[in-house]
């Protein structure tokens, strides 16, 4: 399950270096609430909150998220799991728990440049689709990852410009959604929520 999680964050924060996939011209209106969404989320320097994760087949995960900008995130999830995904700036770290393991996704290898920065620029992304409603909008991005060519939606509500829920489309066609509810923003997260134990044992992938 965690791999395929971790995926879905890493492609959240990338998606700048394929052409643009989208075979229309963004309308005016489009742009500039695009741009008035990465501006207003880069200004966001903590938040925390609570998730709710549904794949294909219906199966449902809940947890905690915390992200201090630029780089930081923790993902961990509600018992009976012991894994969470954390990350101090320098990479991502898969962590079980239970077994004391950590599995690091180096910086340099993914796509780390988009939600968790101080400059979110969706405009310079690989944007694949954008449909817009009275309510929400949706970004659509597309580009190459460790799984094969994949599609993340990105749903943000118009009149907050903050985001709602993201889903990832796998290169096999199953999905994999969360949805954030219960978001606090710009509140003091404590250091040790993004440290990683040094004493446990790393595992490769």
Known sequence: MIPRILISLLLLTGFITAPHALERTLSAQE????RAIGEHNSAIKTMAGRFLQIDSAGG???GTFFIQRPGKVRFRY????????????????????E???????????VPL???????????????SDV??????????????????TVEVSLIFEIASLELWQ??????????????????????EIPRPFFYVDATYRTVSN
């Open 131 to 148: 449909v817009m409603t009275d309510t929400f909008i949706s970004i659509g991005l597309i580009d190459e990852s460790p799984i094969g």
């Open 60 to 62: 449902r995960v809940e």
């Open 99 to 109: 077994e004391r393991t950590k599995l690091l996704y180096p910086r340099d290898k």
């Open 166 to 187: 993201w889903t990832l489309i796998e290169p096999n066609g199953s999905e994999l959604t969360f949805s954030l509810y219960d978001v606090e923003k710009d509140l």
């Open 113 to 127: 440049r988009q939600f968790l920065t101080d400059n979110i620029d969706f405009l310079n992304a690989n944007i």
């Open 31 to 34: 742009v500039t609430l695009i």
């Open 78 to 97: 509600a018992p009976p799991s012991r894994e969470e995904i954390v990350s101090s700036g320098d990479g991502f770290y898969l962590l079980n728990r």
